[in-house]
T-cell receptor, first 113, second 114 residues
Framework: DAKTTQPTSMDCAEGRAANLPCNHSTISGNEYVYWYRQIHSQGPQYIIHGLKNNETNEMASLIITEDRKSSTLILPHATLRDTAVYYCIVSPGEKDSNYQLIWGAGTKLIIKP | SAVISQKPSRDICQRGTSLTIQCQVDSQVTMMFWYRQQPGQSLTLIATANQGSEATYESGFVIDKFPISRPNLTFSTLTVSNMSPEDSSIYLC???????????FGPGTRLTVL
């Protein structure tokens, strides 16, 4: 079973920051937080991942709470093309899981003009 | 990340037949994976394709139904055997990024079984 809880759906206005929350209260010390998204009818796209420090790349920022029990993915200036299902996944990565990812239901993010 | 492609992108098949899906990566990767995504659902891992050995299947998936090949470090196939309408899904392959723990996905194969 997935170890994360996400809202089923969210709306965001185009041009605004989209903040997607994820709860992972049972996360283990060696588990990373990964975010992927899936635009309709396409394969999932990797966005970002982190262990305990906040991370930023060209797509998004990942804010992980100090206790690591929750995180927030931030799309700083959402566009219509960011409409997708966003998945938050916790995984130990290669050493302890052989790269296995367990997918929950995700959050359907709709960007509105 | 290595570019990953799948063939066919979609197919409509008759029940009782089999379909082989190909997954090609443009550089050598250690791990390749096959997932199923049923309509309106999230992804479920079918198996890990191991180069030079048999695939490792997840609970609920068996080799007779989903035989997998991994002849080299850039290519894998998944066969959906003796299909029924319940096999209608998107089938996705993925690989681990070289030197990272991140998985990268192909575009998927949309299968409809009549």
């Amino acid at each position: 079973d997935a170890k994360t809880t996400q809202p089923t759906s969210m709306d965001c206005a185009e041009g605004r920051a989209a903040n997607l929350p994820c709860n992972h209260s049972t996360i283990s010390g060696n588990e990373y937080v990964y975010w992927y998204r899936q635009i309709h009818s396409q394969g999932p796209q990797y966005i970002i991942h982190g262990l305990k420090n906040n991370e930023t790349n060209e797509m998004a920022s990942l804010i992980i709470t100090e206790d690591r029990k929750s995180s927030t993915l931030i799309l700083p200036h959402a566009t219509l093309r960011d409409t997708a299902v966003y998945y938050c996944i916790v995984s130990p990565g290669e050493k302890d899981s052989n790269y296995q990812l367990i997918w929950g239901a995700g959050t359907k993010l709709i960007i509105k003009p | 990340s290595a570019v990953i492609s799948q063939k066919p992108s979609r197919d409509i098949c008759q029940r009782g037949t089999s379909l082989t899906i190909q997954c090609q990566v443009d550089s050598q990767v250690t791990m390749m994976f096959w997932y199923r995504q049923q309509p309106g659902q999230s992804l479920t891992l079918i198996a890990t394709a191991n180069q030079g050995s048999e695939a490792t299947y997840e609970s609920g998936f068996v080799i007779d139904k989903f035989p997998i090949s991994r002849p080299n470090l850039t290519f894998s196939t998944l066969t959906v055997s003796n299909m029924s309408p319940e096999d209608s899904s998107i089938y996705l392959c993925s690989h681990n990024g070289v030197g990272t723990d991140t998985q990268y996905f192909g575009p998927g194969t949309r299968l409809t079984v009549l």
